[in-house]
């Protein structure tokens, strides 16, 4: 059994800071990622990082303003998030797969539940 705790998320100003953590235990993993979904939208991909070798994927909508990391020793993926605008509020979710692919939500296992962003203007 998998289990993923988020946590980290708040409010927060436009162009301001916050970082997520996800915490893993349980089977060894493939992909460690992050998806998110407002109110009204479906659930889309964010980023993701491979366990052993570290690649890392990103959505156009993010690159250059998050970063995706790993610490293997202590089971626990992080998300920085810089320079977050209004349209990144959305609950976060830490999502988990033993294989496949990166970007779409069937590929992945096992899921926290969720911690809320809210990015104020």
């Known amino acids: 059994q998998v289990q993923l705790v988020e946590s980290g998320g708040g409010l927060v100003q436009a162009g301001g800071s916050l970082r997520l953590s996800c915490a893993a235990s349980?089977?060894?993993?493939?992909?460690l990622g992050w998806f998110r979904q407002a109110p009204g939208t479906e659930r889309e991909f964010v980023t993701a990082?491979?366990?052993?070798?570290?690649?890392?994927y990103y959505a156009d909508s993010v690159k250059g303003r998050f970063t995706i990391s790993r610490d293997n020793a202590k089971n626990t993926m992080y998300l920085q998030m810089n320079s977050l605008k209004p349209e990144d509020t959305a609950v976060y979710y830490c999502a988990a797969s033993v294989g496949g692919t990166a970007y779409t939500t069937t590929a992945y296992d096992y899921w926290g539940q969720g911690t809320r962003v809210t990015v104020s203007s």
């Open positions: 349980g089977r060894t993993l493939w992909l």
């Open positions: 990082i491979t366990w052993n070798i570290g690649t890392t």
